[in-house]
């Protein structure tokens, strides 16, 4: 088996990791909460990057860039000052060659000095009338002929690329299989444009004229697409001159190889292509203000390098209706920016695709996309190991793993008994048999073999079943004041928690605003800060005590977010009430609710956000109607609190050091 070495064509690092998900998802989780569409924030994260991870922006910035200085460093004038240096070093060593010749008739020397002294300013004027003056110098009569062959080569590269360096000191026969080529390529272009069927015709053509398109088109189309492209990055360097500019380029043009045939046959070449391809922009033109002069194949160039820039942006900027990361031309960009940013396009596009493909993205009956129930998992494991790492209030801390077991171990153990769900006591399991074994005359040294008689249990003691009602301020001083993204995190913690490792317990989320409603984890995430008045705390009581009723044998667990006094309740007729300042009914109705919930042995905790000091005065007196807790804990340790007061409600300090460690410097939250 053969085994061939190349350089990395720029294709998927075989050795590359795979794409971290996990930032990705976070910060997409992040703007969800907010309130964009999954859609729109991984967009943005697409745009902004990562950590280590070049976004959009910054690909754009580059390519904004590059293209302000393609623009403030060139000008146009690169051939027309080529030209110009040529004609003025021809001049100097015809006027030398005039003064030391002692064999020129005097006549015949005043003659040409007065014609090289009353040529025209024009560099194209003086060009073309030079033509027909009788050089006395060779080497100005070679550099006279070198302006015609400089500017047919030009004319040619602007229209095949390379042609300028592939054609400087051309033979006469070179010359004329360009022209040929020229004469064949019209042909196959105009019979194509008539909708003849140009397939042998096109392959004549190219085993015959191969050599002048390296890029090696495979069909007739294929031909017509690049040589539309730099024909019409040509016409846009034309129409980005002047007017002066363009006449002397005119006139100079008909100077081309000696003869005005190139010009001739390029001005049919170009009708061809704007006839097929009048999709091209033909019509654009660009600001050059920079000093250094551009000939005419380097500035169809540039603006060919410009046309891709353009493209470029558009694809970077994915502002169009089904744009992709895939539309992205990484060739065109890695010509345009190098290797590097190709790679970290190819990195954003892999994003993407294993976002959509892992399936953290779902789309709804309404066709929008939305975070699944795997993203929710997994940005709700990521805030837990959060909300964990503040609750320890220690740095460098080990994540531990717990196995969620039925309750706390007792130390004793007892046999297995049919239903048993109980960790086995392993050591004890053991000693058991190897006792049996030998009491049944065995050898332990050859080895034991388990029998269920041998299996002991470890004891636990019984856990108590908790019903949480978490109640989620959703008025719009919520989000005004930036406290709607911590408020979702907390939920989305606590519930992360309930249902990986407190499965038994029952928890429901009751988002109350202007009126109050029970949520999933999904919707309450994906809530919209609306501008609606009112902060319905009567009816989230209502419908928690609702829920404590359910279940009769469990622990209630009341938790309250809120940032402001009730200001709304329920009329018995089921409409809302609203008023502010807070009306006494309302306070009423709110007080009664709570209470409510006191009767039914619930475990009360306020969570007061901001520092309105009638609200801490309203929420104060609150708690001690109920024997709650109030905590006011900074936005960024919202989640902690919360997790930690369920936690100490639920199973008491040596549960929550159990799964979280000490309580460290916020003891004083439970």
């Known amino acids: ?154 004319m040619l590269d602007q229209r095949f690329a390379g042609m300028k360096q592939a054609l400087e000191n051309a033979t006469d026969e070179d010359r004329a299989a360009v022209n040929e080529m020229l004469g064949d390529l019209n042909e196959l272009l105009e019979a194509h444009r008539n909708g003849e069927d140009t397939t042998q015709q096109f392959a004549d053509f190219m085993d015959k004229h191969g050599d002048f398109f390296p890029e090696n088109p495979q069909s007739v189309d294929e031909l017509l697409d690049s040589l539309a492209q730099r024909a019409a990055a040509a016409q846009r360097m034309r129409n980005s001159m002047t007017q002066e500019q363009r006449d002397e380029l005119d006139a100079l043009a008909q100077q081309a190889f000696g003869s005005p045939d190139l010009m001739q046959s390029l001005s049919q070449l170009d009708a061809n292509l704007q006839a097929l391809r009048p999709g091209e922009d033909w019509g654009g033109s660009e600001g050059f203000d920079g000093e250094q002069g551009l000939g005419l194949g380097d500035g169809t160039g540039v603006l060919q390098d410009l046309a891709d820039l353009d493209a470029l942006a558009e694809q970077l900027a994915q502002s169009y209706d089904g744009s992709r990361m895939d539309d992205v031309d990484l060739d065109k960009l890695a010509r345009q920016l190098g290797d590097e940013a190709a790679v970290d396009a190819r990195t954003l596009a892999q994003l993407e695709k294993a976002l959509r493909d892992t399936g953290y993205l779902k789309r709804g009956s309404d066709g929008q996309l939305r975070l699944s129930p795997k993203a929710m998992r997994e940005l709700g494991k990521a805030l837990l190991r959060d909300v964990a790492a503040r609750i320890s209030g220690r740095q460098g801390q080990r994540d531990v793993r717990h196995s969620g077991a039925a309750g706390e171990r007792s130390g004793a153990t007892r046999e297995w008994a049919f239903g048993d769900t109980e960790p086995w006591d392993v050591t004890r399991t053991v000693t058991n048999a190897v006792i049996r074994t030998v009491g049944e005359g065995g050898d332990a040294r050859a080895g034991v073999r388990l029998d269920i008689r041998d299996v002991e249990v470890t004891e636990t003691e019984a856990r108590t079943q908790a019903a949480v009602a978490l109640l989620v301020d959703t008025s719009f001083s919520m989000a005004m004041d930036g406290r709607w993204v911590p408020m979702k995190r907390t939920a989305l913690a606590l519930h992360q928690l309930i249902s990986t490792r407190f499965r038994g317990d029952a928890l429901q989320m009751i988002a109350f605003g202007r009126h109050a409603e029970v949520m999933e984890i999904e919707q309450l995430t994906a809530l919209d800060a609306k501008w609606d008045k009112g902060t319905n705390l009567h009816h989230g009581l209502l419908l928690a005590n609702r829920h404590f009723r359910k279940h009769p044998n469990a622990q209630p667990v009341l938790l309250i977010v809120t940032d402001g006094e009730p200001t709304s309740h329920l009329e018995p007729d089921g409409e809302v009430y609203f008023s502010y300042p807070p009306h006494p009914l309302t306070i009423a109705h709110s007080v009664r609710e709570l209470e409510n919930a006191g009767r039914l042995g619930a475990q009360t905790t306020f969570f007061k956000l901001g520092e309105d000091p009638g609200l801490a005065r309203f929420i104060d007196q609150m708690a001690k109607r109920v024997d709650g807790k109030v905590i006011a804990p900074e936005l960024d340790d919202l989640g902690a609190a ?29």
């Open 1 to 154: 088996m053969k085994t061939r070495y190349g350089r990395y064509d720029g294709g998927p690092d075989p050795l590359a990791a795979p794409v971290d998900l996990a930032e990705a998802l976070d910060a997409i989780g992040e703007d969800v909460m907010a309130g964009y569409s999954p859609e729109r924030a991984m967009r943005e994260f697409l745009r902004r990057g990562g950590q280590d991870q070049k976004g959009l922006d910054d690909l754009a910035r580059r390519v904004a860039q590059k293209r302000r200085d393609l623009l403030q460093q060139h000008n146009l004038d690169g051939t027309m000052a080529e030209v110009r240096e040529l004609l003025d070093r021809a001049l100097l060593e015809e006027r030398k060659q005039l003064a030391r010749d002692v064999d020129l008739d005097d006549a015949d020397r005043a003659f040409a000095e007065l014609q090289l002294d009353n040529l025209p300013p024009s560099t194209a004027a003086a060009v073309s009338e030079l033509a027909s003056y009788d050089w006395q110098s060779s080497q100005a009569r070679a550099d006279y002929e070198k302006i015609k062959d400089l500017l047919g080569r030009e």
């Open 642 to 670: 919360v997790v930690g007061s369920y936690l100490g409600a639920r199973g008491g300090a040596s549960s929550y050091r159990d799964h979280f460690g000490d309580f460290g410097d916020r003891g004083f939250w439970v």
